[in-house]
Antibody, heavy 119, light 107 residues
Framework: QLQLQESGPGLVKPSETLSLTCTVS??????????WGWVRQPPGKALEWIGS???????YYNPSLKRRVTISVDTSKNQFSLKLSSVTAADTAVYYC???????????WGQGTLVTVSS | DIQMTQSPSSLSASVGDRVTITCRAS??????LNWYQQKPGKAPKLLIY???SLQSGVPSRFSGSGSGTDFTLTINNLQPEDFATYYC?????????FGQGTKLEIK
């Protein structure tokens, strides 16, 4: 059974870079049938697509975040990662990693990790 | 960006009821419309993809319909475990946007 698990700091200072890793078990990030993505949810608000990556390294970003986002994949560790630079309080959210196919519908998801931006 | 608007924002219903949640897109998304269920403190769970295809393991009391800009999620014979927040999402064009959610509460 495919499982995804986010990891990374729960507190990031304003203007710094948020870094999260998603570890995949029960499946492979090298599976050519799927993409691997990040979605976030500010407290009490709706979901927002951040971006996705294919095992080959091709990336697809939300234009509103593109200037600050980098998603990478490490096939040797079966992980993919998110970096979001120059964070502000508006980036405080639960960050989820998830798998999707070419149809861009997400499942399964990781449990999510809360990242708070505060000094 | 394509804006997704759900109605109602919240809904009260009883076990055994049939409920319908509507999702409207600001422009046509063809049939590229997906539905998720989220319970408090949990990750979203995919229920329906491509408007009406039921994700494996999802009970058949969930169904979806629509096309273009107007879509519905219907839950027949509500069960206690169905009380949650539901989100629609368009996967027609980037950025892949979600609705604001519909919270289904017990009456």
């Amino acid at each position: 059974q495919l499982q995804l698990q986010e990891s990374g700091p729960g507190l990031v200072k304003p203007s710094e870079t948020l870094s999260l890793t998603c570890t995949v078990s029960g499946g492979s990030v090298s599976d050519s049938s799927y993409y691997w993505g990040w979605v976030r949810q500010p407290p009490g608000k709706a979901l927002e697509w951040i971006g996705s990556i294919y095992y080959s390294g091709s990336t697809y970003y939300n234009p509103s975040l593109k200037r600050r986002v980098t998603i990478s994949v490490d096939t040797s560790k079966n992980q993919f990662s998110l970096k979001l630079s120059s964070v502000t309080a508006a980036d405080t959210a639960v960050y989820y990693c998830a798998r999707h196919g070419a149809g861009y519908y997400y499942g399964p998801w990781g449990q999510g990790t809360l990242v708070t931006v505060s000094s | 960006d394509i804006q997704m608007t759900q109605s109602p924002s919240s809904l009260s219903a009883s076990v055994g009821d049939r409920v319908t949640i509507t999702c409207r897109a600001s422009q046509s998304v063809s049939a590229y419309l997906n539905w998720y269920q989220q319970k408090p403190g949990k990750a979203p769970k995919l229920l329906i993809y491509a408007t009406s295809s039921l994700q494996s393991g999802v009970p058949s009391r969930f169904s979806g319909s629509g096309s273009g800009t107007d879509f519905t999620l219907t839950i027949n014979n509500l069960q206690p475990e169905d009380f949650a927040t539901y989100y629609c999402q368009q996967s027609y064009s980037s950025p892949y946007t979600f609705g604001q959610g519909t919270k289904l509460e017990i009456k």
